[in-house]
């Protein structure tokens, strides 16, 4: 297998993808594990190694006796083309031993445009797709990420799932199966007793029934599996594993930078965002804590850009002391400190400056929609004047470039908020004329809408999807309208975005469809260069399902194929919120006053720290 790896690498893109060998990956003697566990990004090796969620969990497991952890990453097309003519198996990256030969096959699930990938992964690894056609305790498949809170879609292709945060499960369910191993217990045994880890979902112990109108009827669990299942959490951030020593890859990725975790969960409850509800309760890390990690991964990487990540980075508590603490560290290092997912209610210009002094970067703000009647329909909390003023003290601050983003199709939305946005835009480039101090390379202002997709978990998830031809006219409009050459307007291709709004809302019906579009060739369906829209629609076509009724508007009383899933945000609190939307009335966010949304009965540490 070596021999072939090396004669097919001199004829592919990007070799360093596919041979490992990086500084600080982890190789383990095979005398001395019982358990090896192939961790699966269902994308290329640049998008899977910027992800801190992998990185994490890579670690956790490395750190158990006994067992061996290896990546493996979704070839580019030209290495698949390869693969297959010379009957190369997918191999990992550590060992380069075939993904078959492992245990335990792992995939984390971001993105529900991979799922294509996660089906040509096992095929390519020659591992059968469907789970009731993999026999035993070897080759066991299961998943985990976001998108894991609705695993409808990939019933079929799944032994189980892992559902909310993996730093605790991930050991529960390998010390099960260590054990499952070891007496040799049969494959339904395991699924039985693993399905009895709090978070752990089996799907081939819950029947689902369909009734005339092909809505689903009811969900039914057997064998003592729970009626629900609820997510997982950190209780205890300053705790958890983080990685201060980690892969430092020999390519260049997309996010090429030590990221630091600052905290999870939101205060915000933007009523569209599925994170901003699925990863509450909030938990933030202590300062001391994170000046810690950011210097001992900053020295062990090497790298000279340190980010904050978090879903809202402004609203930690302590960001000025903690960033404060970073800028005497990176500072004299000429390190640059990257500030994301900045907020125009809660921006800092003096901080910024501080900051900004190794990199002046532009500043991207999220204003999301045009009209503050849209903006407290979908609860985002922000004015214009509030907007308008972030833009005038930055511009004031020498910024020159702002970016800008906005999503179309949001429920109640009309053309006069789909103008609202061009004049949003125009407002924010008079603003520079009038307060701009750097004038040199003129107002840069970049300008992105997206197509609302409905996600579960969230107060829109009953909401309809607008149609492509719809969403394309309201696109057509705004462009037409826009204020000025100088800005930069670009939008998202609708029909990826209708399928993601189906397969996010899909149900196990929607399984033979995933397969049929596999065998037509669907994969990387994220990459323009791959994404087939005809493919799928012939795919949904060869199955018979009508791919619109998952983008249509859901009825509140119905059965959802999520609903045995538990994230603790309650229902009632969800359908509140979407009848707060129909008003136009904002909810205050977590630090304001608790709303009761439930998550914080996830936390036993008390009450939710917002």
Request: charged content about 25%; hydrophobic content about 40%.
């Amino acid at each position: 297998m070596e021999i072939a790896m090396e004669r097919i690498l001199r004829r592919v893109q990007k070799p360093a993808r596919y041979v490992g060998g990086e500084y600080n990956q982890i190789v383990k003697d095979k005398a001395q594990v019982d358990v090896r566990v192939a961790f699966c990004f269902p994308d290329t090796y640049e998008i899977g190694m910027s992800n801190l969620g992998m990185r994490i969990l890579y670690g956790v497991m490395n750190e158990m006796d006994g067992v061996w952890c290896e990546r493996v990453f979704a070839p580019w097309g030209d290495m698949e083309a390869e693969m297959r003519r010379h009957q190369l198996p997918l191999w990992a990256l550590e060992s380069h031993d075939p993904v078959r030969d492992f245990d335990l096959i792992a995939f984390t699930l971001g993105y529900e445009m991979s799922y294509t990938n996660l089906l040509n992964m096992l095929d390519l690894a020659g591992v059968p797709l469907r789970a009731r056609e993999r026999d035993g305790l070897h080759g066991l498949v299961f998943a985990g990420g976001v998108c894991a809170y609705n695993p409808e879609p990939l019933a079929d292709f799944v032994d189980f799932f892992s559902l909310g945060e993996g730093e605790d499960i991930t050991v529960e369910i390998l010390q099960l199966y260590r054990r499952a191993k070891a007496e040799g217990w049969s494959k339904a045994a395991f699924l039985q007793s693993a399905a009895q880890i709090d978070g752990v979902y089996v799907p081939s112990l819950y029947d689902h029934t369909y009734g005339p109108d092909g809505r689903l009827a009811a969900i039914t669990p057997r064998d003592g599996a729970p009626a629900t299942v609820t997510k997982r959490i950190v209780q205890r951030l300053d705790e958890a594993y983080f990685p201060t020593r980690s892969i430092v890859p020999s390519t260049e990725i997309v996010h090429d930078r030590t990221n630091l975790e600052i905290f999870r969960g939101c205060i915000r409850g933007c009523r569209f965002c599925q994170a901003g509800f699925c990863y509450r309760p909030v938990r933030p890390k202590s300062v001391d804590v994170l000046l810690r990690q950011a210097r001992e991964a900053l020295e062990d990487s090497g790298y000279h850009e340190l980010t904050l990540a978090s879903l809202s980075t402004s609203d930690y508590k302590e960001l000025e002391a903690l960033a404060g603490g970073l800028l005497d560290y990176c500072a004299p290092r000429k390190i640059n400190l990257s500030l994301p997912s900045l907020r125009a209610d809660n921006f800092s210009p003096e901080l910024m400056q501080k900051v900004q002094k190794v990199r002046k970067s532009g500043l991207t703000f999220a204003p999301e929609a045009g009209t503050q009647r849209l903006r407290d329909a979908i609860n985002k909390n922000v004015t214009e004047a509030e907007i308008l003023e972030t833009c005038a003290t930055a511009f004031a601050g020498g910024w020159s470039s702002v970016k800008l983003y906005f999503m179309l199709g949001l429920p109640t939305e009309t053309d006069e908020d789909v103008l609202g946005i061009a004049e949003l835009v125009y407002k924010i480039l008079q603003c520079w004329r009038e307060t701009a101090t750097s004038r040199k390379r003129g107002c840069r202002i970049s300008v992105s809408t997206a197509y609302f997709v409905p996600k579960p978990f969230t107060p829109f998830q009953w909401e309809a999807q607008i149609s492509p031809e719809e969403y394309t006219r309201r696109q057509r409009l705004l462009k037409e309208h826009m204020p000025s050459k100088s800005v930069d307007y670009k939008w998202h291709d609708p029909s990826l975005s209708r399928l993601e709004a189906i397969l996010a809302r899909g149900d196990r019906r929607l399984g033979p469809v995933l397969e049929a579009a596999v065998r037509r060739g669907a994969r990387l369906d994220a990459w323009n260069e791959y994404f087939d829209y005809d493919a799928w629609m012939a795919a949904f076509r060869d199955c018979g399902v009508d791919p619109d009724f998952y983008a249509r508007e859901l009825g509140e009383d119905e059965p959802l194929p999520w609903d045995t899933i538990d994230v603790g945000v309650r229902r009632q609190f969800l359908l509140r919120e979407r009848r707060r939307a129909y008003r136009s009335e904002t909810t205050p966010d977590c630090r304001a006053q608790c709303t009761g949304c439930g998550a914080d009965q996830l936390y036993q540490e008390g009450p939710c720290d917002a």
